[in-house]
């Protein structure tokens, strides 16, 4: 069975979800996420190219999930995704949300 390393609440570091989200394929995941707010997705479903090929989106989730912006279940045979929203709030305010409105424009 797969095991999922997520860092705490307190080792998640500016630098790194900045890391993360420079990529715009990793902020279109993220976007992807927080409009299911109340559920997880699998890795297919929050796939920002549906032609992308699982090795490359296999890495954009374990960079997003080692900077911390995403925990994963494995649930069967898939990996669900959610964003730590509530863990980024209380670390950063504001942060992910500024990123995201700024991003969309």
Not at 31 to 42: D, G, I, Y
Not at 79 to 86: F, K, Q, S, W, Y
Request: aromatic share 2%; proline share 5%; charged share 25%.
């Amino acid at each position: 069975m797969a095991r999922f390393v997520h860092p705490s609440k307190d080792d998640i570091t500016l630098e790194g979800v900045l890391a993360a989200l420079a990529d715009p394929m990793r902020l279109r995941i993220v976007k992807s996420l927080l409009e299911k707010k109340n559920c997880s997705l699998s890795c297919s479903a929050a796939a920002p190219c549906p032609e992308m090929a699982k090795s490359t989106l296999s890495h954009h989730f374990r960079v997003l999930r080692e900077a911390g912006l995403i925990h994963t279940t494995k649930q069967g045979v898939e990996n669900l995704n959610c964003v730590r929203e509530a863990d980024l709030n209380a670390r950063f305010p504001g942060l992910l949300k500024g990123i995201l409105k700024h991003a969309e424009g």
